[in-house]
């Protein structure tokens, strides 16, 4: 067998891993984040001051080492081990909050309970909800990691991408990172369509161009250095920014003709119309049957087509929770009911899935099918829950300690503005790996899918050895990390459109 059959090999026939296995690995991003969020905290406890000495260099090594690292080590060396680094994570951080608190205990007024009781009262102030940007970056970091590690024997299987049905850590990432865009969306944010409804949605078929020409040339690329596809993934000309862009299309139409409060209502409609489709004609059939690629353009590309109906769905899932989550609410008892909120979502829509397993067939990222858009939606739930718990730990660390210069996450309301505190938390920002991702999300991706080729290119990533994975792992999220790092610093954001 050819190189390229070889890698085509490695990655087919899959069957995935569990749903528990997934869900428990939503508690890594959150605990890291707390960890990044106390390791600042005790030095600024320690010398009263932040940014930590040579900010570019010191701020950019301390959040891929605390940020990026175990990330990289959870879907590699450390894979068989994720209970044990999680409960790890979790009691080295419970410690150092105690710490903190017991410290700084002095300054509160009145026993613990009193402590909690006005935390609980007490206001938040942001730019950007921390948590919902927080969701996006680190959806679209584990993406990095993911699309070049699962060309390793390092990288476990049952975390790559599933042939037909399985649950796969890659295919939540696809749904997820549908899910993602639709959070921020114009109609998630509330915006009101500018003029006639036509004009909306011609401005919005403008608006994907980048997403085409980026599918384009992919394919292009692919078709020209002879790289290896996995054909049954969207088909033989198709790729995921052609699903990004027509999911964006149909999305907004929809949008501009129902009402974007009742998104939900949709999504549930064409999710089950399209699963009934599967079930009672032969749809399902055809999608599958994987030997008559040539007939047609269709033919040959029926996943990436057919499945576009499923991502509709999860996007327009995701705008409706984007509504939710825009709301204007300060309270920190506020905040705490919404996260509840989310995670009764998600509870429910894992309860759906578990019904729809049982009764209907499968998860299948393939098929984009019914119980696919409800994991996709219940698992980013879930992941968005930790993610805002974490906020809230970070939050009190910050009303006990008063050190406010933590990024990313929720600041005290501050009754005056003190020009020179926003000036260091500004200079915080600035520093932020986080908040680097956040400006320049697109080109992110697109450099990570650069590097993943280049890599392949170079490295014969099925015959090295675990040490040597791991090095190229590292540097490839290095230099993706310390390349978007320089354009932040240097206030420059990559605009597509």
């Known amino acids: 067998m050819s190189q390229r059959d070889l890698k085509e090999a490695f990655i087919s026939n899959l069957n995935g891993t569990t749903l528990q296995e997934v869900a428990l690995g939503s508690f890594l991003t959150p605990l890291c984040l707390i960890s990044r969020g106390l390791i600042l905290t005790l030095y600024h406890q320690a010398r009263g001051t932040l940014p930590l000495p040579l900010p570019l260099i010191s701020h950019l090594l301390l959040d891929f080492c605390v940020l990026i690292l175990p990330l990289v080590l959870s879907c590699t060396i450390l894979s068989d081990a994720l209970h ?12 150092v909050l105690c710490y903190i608190y017991r410290t700084n205990s002095h300054c509160s007024v009145g026993p613990p309970q009193n402590t909690v009781s006005s935390f609980l009262q007490s206001h938040v102030q942001f730019n950007q909800l921390p948590f919902v940007t927080i969701f996006r970056v680190f959806v679209n970091v584990k993406t990095a990691i993911s699309i070049l590690a699962v060309d390793f024997s390092i990288f476990p299987r049952r975390y790559a991408k599933t042939e037909t049905y399985g649950t796969g850590v890659m295919d939540f990432g696809v749904g997820a990172y549908v899910f993602a865009n639709a959070l921020v969306c114009p109609e998630a944010r509330g915006k009101n369509i500018c003029g006639s409804k036509v004009n909306h949605i011609v401005k919005q078929l403008l608006s994907v161009w980048p997403l085409v020409v980026l599918g384009m040339g992919r394919l292009v690329s692919l078709k020209i250095s002879g790289y290896h596809e996995h054909v049954t993934e969207y088909g033989i000309h198709w790729n995921f920014f ?38 009672t004609s032969g749809l399902k059939t055809f999608i599958i049957h994987n030997e008559d690629r040539e ?17 509709v769905a999860i996007y327009i899932a995701g705008v409706q929770v984007g509504l939710y989550v825009m709301q204007p609410r300060s309270q920190v008892r506020q905040w705490l009911k919404a ?18 397993q049982t009764l209907v067939e499968p998860v299948s990222r393939r098929l984009a099918n019914l119980p696919f858009c409800l994991w996709s939606i219940a698992q980013s739930l879930f992941f968005m829950t930790c993610l805002g718990a974490a906020d809230m730990v970070l939050l009190f660390s910050k009303r006990t300690s008063g050190c406010h210069l933590v990024p990313s996450s929720w600041n ?5 503005t003190d020009s020179a505190s926003d000036k260091k938390t500004s200079d915080i920002e600035r520093h932020c790996l986080v908040q680097a991702v956040s400006r320049n999300q697109l080109l992110f991706f697109l450099l990570a899918n650069v590097m993943t080729g280049l890599t392949n290119s170079i490295v014969d990533t099925l015959g090295c050895s675990s040490s040597f994975s791991l090095v190229v792992l ?24």
Do not use: D
């Not at 005290?412 to 005056?416: L, Q, T």
């Open 84 to 95: 044990q680094v999680i409960l790890g994570l979790a009691f080295i951080a419970g410690c």
């Open 242 to 279: 052609f699903t990004l862009a027509i999911v964006r299309v149909v999305a907004s139409v929809l949008l501009a003709v129902f009402p974007s409060s009742r998104a939900w209502v949709i999504a549930l409609l064409i999710s089950g119309f399209y699963q009934l489709v599967l079930e």
């Open 295 to 311: 007939i047609s353009f269709l033919h040959a590309n029926k996943e990436g087509v057919f499945s576009t109906a499923g991502y």
């Open 339 to 356: 996260l509840f909120n989310l995670f009764l979502g998600s509870f429910v829509l894992y309860t759906a899935l578990f019904i729809c």
């Open 412 to 416: 005290p309301h501050k009754k005056k």
């Open 474 to 497: 590292l540097s490839y999220m290095f230099v993706n990390c310390l390349v978007i790092g320089v354009l932040h610093h240097c206030g420059v954001t990559v605009k597509f459109w």
